[in-house]
Nanobody, 124 residues
Framework: QVQLVESGGGLVQAGDSLRLSCAAS????????MGWFRQAPGKEREFVAA????????RYADSVKGRFTISRDNAKNTVSLQMNNLKPEDTATYSC?????????????????WGQGTQVTVSS
């Protein structure tokens, strides 16, 4: 069992930066692929970024590539999402996820554990 708690959301203006963090419980954090998804009102959950278990391979949605950076600290059981040059279309609830597969990480169904989410609002 893994419990995930996100933090760092807030209200910012377009062009600003935010850093989201996700703290994970459990001693097996390093065995999970970690990721971030987001969901805007009235829209489906959308893949944002993922990072593999140990080597740290990363993948990003095209919409955030070059602006967002995912990282993890296995010693601290945390995963972060640095978001730069935020746009109004980035407004959503961002959720952290843990799962077994980096290959299928863009699919919400491939993830085992989810956090409650943190709200990010970007004003124009």
């Amino acid at each position: 069992q893994v419990q995930l708690v996100e933090s760092g959301g807030g209200l910012v203006q377009a062009g600003d930066s935010l850093r989201l963090s996700c703290a994970a419980s459990g001693r097996t954090f390093s065995s999970y692929t970690m990721g971030w998804f987001r969901q805007a009102p009235g829209k489906e959950r959308e893949f944002v970024a993922a990072i593999s278990r140990s080597i740290g391979n990363t993948r990003y949605a095209d919409s955030v590539k070059g602006r967002f950076t995912i990282s993890r600290d296995n010693a601290k059981n945390t995963v972060s999402l640095q978001m730069n040059n935020l746009k109004p279309e980035d407004t959503a609830t961002y959720s952290c996820a843990a799962g077994p597969s980096f290959i299928s990480s863009t699919y919400p169904r491939s993830w085992d554990y989810w956090g409650q989410g943190t709200q990010v609002t970007v004003s124009s």
